[in-house]
């Protein structure tokens, strides 16, 4: 069974940074893509960054490219975020992808971690 647990959300200032963790388990975690999702409340959900198995690629949504860095190690995903800004207010989730590389249709999801930013 295979489960994504985000963690590192809150509350913060805009211009703070916030590292969000997502932890893996069940399945092979170092052979499959990550990505990660926000919704604000309204709002479709939206795709923020991907990374394939081996972590040498990553990908990112122009909304957030040069402010968000996706990383990952054994079992963990991560998602540095800097400089935000009330706009990036949203629940934030965690997918896991196919095998090796990303192709945007995430098989699993978790729960999803609170990000407010308030001005």
């Known amino acids: 069974q295979v489960q994504l647990v985000e963690s590192g959300g809150g509350l913060v200032q805009a211009g703070a940074s916030l590292r969000l963790s997502c932890a893996a388990s069940?399945?092979?975690?170092?052979?499959?893509?990550m990505g990660w999702f926000r919704q604000a409340p309204g709002q479709e959900r939206e795709f923020v960054a991907s990374i394939n198995w081996s972590g040498s690629y990553t990908a990112y949504g122009d909304s957030v490219k040069g402010r968000f860095t996706v990383s990952r190690d054994n079992g963990n995903v991560y998602l540095q975020i800097n400089s935000l800004k009330p706009e990036d207010t949203a629940v934030y989730y965690c997918?896991?992808?196919?095998?090796?590389?990303?192709?945007?249709?995430?098989?699993?999801w978790g729960q999803g971690t609170q990000v407010t930013v308030s001005s």
């Open positions: 997918a896991r992808g196919p095998r090796y590389s990303w192709s945007g249709n995430p098989l699993y």
């Open positions: 069940g399945g092979t975690f170092s052979s499959y893509s």
